[in-house]
């Protein structure tokens, strides 16, 4: 099985053997990423929240179950914001996760 590693801008290949051997990783981080994505998947949800006539650009705070993402989108998509601002946190551990949700950028007007 081959996989990129995200933990940093590099992207080693890494290859993991049928006998479990993981390869390719420039540092232990690879060796950590290649052995959770066998067991818990994890990712940063990013997503985009509606506040009135603005777009809202939010994020977890931490990585959070791929297997739970649908669930965050979900969680997301109802959030209702008052006063959008940079930092701000909008949901405290979603979906159970540890993961709080927060406001990233500027709001802005689609086009
Ligand atoms: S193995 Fe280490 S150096 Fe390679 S992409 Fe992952 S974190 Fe970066």
Partial sequence: MNLVCIKCPRGCLLNIDKDGTISGNLCPRGLDYAKEEQTCP????????????LIVP??????VPKIKIDQVLE?????????????????????????????????????
Wanted: hydrophobic share 35%; net charge positive; charged share 20%.
């Fill in 58 to 63: 939010v994020k977890t705070t931490v990585e």
């Fill in 75 to 111: 969680e997301i998509s109802c959030l209702n914001i008052e006063n959008p601002a940079i930092g701000k946190i909008i949901k405290k551990n979603v979906c159970g996760t540890s993961a709080d949700i927060i406001i990233t950028g500027e709001p802005y007007i689609p086009n």
């Fill in 42 to 53: 994890m990712r940063i949800v990013t997503s985009l929240v509606r506040s009135g006539n």
